[in-house]
């Protein structure tokens, strides 16, 4: 939320009056605002997600951190949800402090009972969900005559019936608004499979199954369901990464470098705004032609 400006915007959502500033009315609800984006920064910023309730799962860090930051960026109301508390916290505060709306939730994706409280919670200080984005994930690496079952499980936990969980933890209140966005985690692991990755591609091709599938069930419903394939971005996740294997990847790009945790999240937002009103189903590669 923006304190220091007072924005008046008529009963069609028409900008109509804003006390700094230029603005482009826009009946589409689209407001921009030079001169006055989050933590200080001077670039305008369109408010594409204004008001909009949004769940990120695994969003006190990489890429659902960068989400969450730009979500209330952008004017939504953003409930930061991951098992790490203390980074929940700190992802909080960053966003307070720069003028955004957001509450942090303790939540495991493949614990039930911390997903109900979380959503209770949502509901009680918000009272809807218009997104959801379903980022949480982890990798247990190791050569399919090395993986252990435990390795294989977890990760199956996390990524896919975490994301199983979320979804049907929010898809009643979506259906009965009529309106909803379910964002999700694949990657380009979901595509074409990776050394060393029998358990994290078995989940990254099953999200995209489930997306497929919600976006058949509940399209005629207002529900868009959409998955993203992050190539290799520059986060914690590629922490396990040797050096040379990173660099060997980065040659390997036809941008030549890693990307960002923003430039995913920069993809979550347009598809969670109105500008995306058509796309559903889809399977967004974003990976500076890493596949190509
Ligand atoms: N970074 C990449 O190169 C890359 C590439 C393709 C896909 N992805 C996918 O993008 C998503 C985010 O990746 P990242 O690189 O930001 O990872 P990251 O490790 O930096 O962040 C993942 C976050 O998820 C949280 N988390 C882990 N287990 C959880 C659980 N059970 N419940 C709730 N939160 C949990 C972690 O605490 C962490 O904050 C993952 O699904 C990942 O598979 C990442």
Redesign the pocket.
């Known amino acids: 939320m923006i304190t220091d400006i007072q924005i008046t915007i008529d009963s069609q959502f028409t900008l109509v009056q804003c006390t700094k500033g230029d603005y482009i009315p826009s009946a589409d609800a689209v407001v921009r605002i030079p001169g006055r984006g989050l933590a200080g920064t001077e670039e305008g910023i369109v408010m594409r997600l204004m008001g909009k309730v949004s769940i990120i ?10 989400t969450a930051i730009k979500f209330a960026k952008e004017g939504a109301k953003v409930a930061v ?4 508390l203390t ?1 929940v916290d700190e992802t909080v505060r960053l966003i307070r402090e720069a003028g955004g709306e957001a509450a942090g939730f303790r ?5 039930k009972v911390s997903i109900t409280q979380m959503v209770e919670g949502v509901m009680a200080k918000w009272g809807r969900v218009d997104t959801l984005v ?6 247990q690496d190791a050569q399919l005559k090395k993986m252990s079952e435990d390795q294989f499980d977890r990760v199956i ?3 896919l019936k ?1 994301v199983y969980n979320c979804t049907r933890a929010v898809v009643d209140i979506m259906l009965a608004q009529n309106s909803g966005c379910i964002l999700n ?5 979901g595509l074409y499979g990776n050394f060393g990755q029998t358990n ?1 591609a078995a989940t ?1 091709f099953g999200v995209i199954g489930m997306v497929k599938t919600w976006a058949r069930e509940l399209g005629s419903k207002g529900i868009r369901a959409n998955a993203i ?10 922490a396990s990464m040797p050096a040379k294997v990173l660099k060997m990847i980065e040659d390997k790009v036809p941008m030549g470098r ?2 960002k ?1 923003e430039e ?1 999240a920069n993809t979550y937002a347009w598809l969670a705004s109105d500008e995306a009103s058509y796309v559903n189903g889809a399977v967004i590669e974003v990976s500076g032609g890493v596949t190509i």
Do not use: E, F, M, R
């Open positions: 799962t695994g969003g006190a860090q990489g890429i659902g951190q960068a949800c991951d098992v790490n980074a939540v495991d994706v493949t614990d379903n980022n949480a994930g982890i990798v936990d996390v990524n975490g985690a694949s990657s380009i692991v994290y990254k394939c992050p190539g290799y971005i520059h986060t914690p996740i590629l890693l990307g945790p995913i």
